[in-house]
C-alpha cells in the first residue's frame, strides 16, 4: 500500500461485479489488496446474455459464503425481450419486492446505459418502469442506476482507445445523449427522494457546476466514483474546484471501484482512487484493459482531510445501504427457484 493511504479505514466498495468463477479468487484478493472489508456485488440481472442467472446465482452464493461481507443489489429479468421490446412476465414491481424478500440489498439497473436502453426498447420514464420506481422511492430501497456514458462515446473517432478495440462506441441506432438526458430528467422530478446512486459520477466529473446542481436539487442523490478514468483527468485538470467540490459534498459521493468486469481490470484501479482522495501524489494511471493505454498527463491527488475521505468510503455507503448485509432469506437454491420463473 502507498503512503499516506489510510490502512485502518474500513473501506466498502459499493460497486463491483462477479467475473467468472475461475476469476473470483484473484477478485478477493484485489478487494484484500485494495483494504476493502465489504462491497457490493452488483448484479444487471437476467437476460438473453445470461438466460439461466448464473450471475445473480453466484452472487447469492458469495453472500451466504461471506454473510458479513458481501451486499448484494440483483437485477431485473429483461429475459422477455421480444421485438427489440421487453415485455416482462413478472410486473417490474414484483420482480423488486422479490429481490428484497429473498435478502439483496438494492436494485441495479443498467437501463440508462445507451446500448441497454436500445436493447431494452423503453424510455427510462415510460410506464413500465413507473410503479417499480414509486415502490423503491417510497421503501427507500437501495438503486444503483448507470444513466448515460460519456460524450466520447457517441463517435468512432472520439471514443477512447482501449474501448475502440472492442467495438464500444454507439452508432446511429443507439439513442443519443440528449434523449437519454430528457428521459432521466424527468424520472428524477417524479421521484426526488429515491435512494439512488449514479455510477460513474454520472457523467458529469468536467461539468461539476451541473453535478453541483444535481445534488443541491436531489437531497437524496449520490454520485459513486467507480471509474470511467475520465473522471479523474477531469478532477485533475480543475484540481483546485474539484477538491473543494468534494469536500463540499463529501456527504453525497461513494467510493466504488468496478472491479470484476467482464473485460478483466488491472489489480491497482481501486487503489488509485484511494491514492486520488487521500494523497498529494502524481502519478500515472496504472495499466488496466478499460483504462490503459492512456497518454494523457499524470493524475494528481486531492488529499482530502481524513473525516471526508471517511464519509466516501464508508460512511454514505452505511447510511444509504447499511452497515451489515441484509440476510439471505433462505439457501440459494430454493432462492433461485423463486426467482426463475
Ligand atoms: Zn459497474
Known sequence: MSDGINQSLPLIDGHIHLPGREMCDKLLADLKYTGTRKFAVQNIGRSRHDPDGKGFRQALEMKQRMPEEVFVFGGLDFSDITDGAYKPRVPLVEQVQKLRDMGCDGLKLLTGKPDFRKFVGHPLDGALFEPMLKWAEETRFPVLWHVGDPPEFWSEHTVPP??????????????????????????????????????????????????????????????????????????????????????????????????????GWGQDRGMMIRRFLETDDRFDVPEDPAMTPDERPKLHGLNLPADAVRKICVDNFVRRVGAKPRSLAADVDTLMKRWMV
Not at 167 to 190: A, C
Not at 193 to 210: A, E, G, I, M, Q
Not at 242 to 250: D, L, S, T, W
Open 162 to 263: 482501449w474501448a475502440r478495440t472492442r467495438g464500444w462506441w454507439y452508432d446511429s441506432t443507439v439513442p443519443k445523449k440528449k434523449q437519454i438526458d430528457e428521459e432521466i430528467e424527468r424520472v428524477f422530478l417524479r421521484h426526488p427522494k429515491l435512494n439512488v446512486t449514479l455510477p460513474h459520477f454520472f457523467f458529469l466529473s468536467d461539468r461539476l457546476d451541473d453535478a453541483a446542481k444535481l445534488l443541491d436539487t436531489y437531497p437524496n442523490y449520490a454520485l459513486d466514483l467507480a471509474p470511467g478514468v475520465e473522471m479523474y483527468h477531469n478532477f485533475t485538470a480543475n484540481h483546485a474546484k474539484a477538491r473543494a467540490f468534494f469536500i463540499k459534498y463529501a456527504d453525497r459521493i461513494l467510493y466504488g471501484s468496478d472491479f470484476g468486469m467482464g473485460c
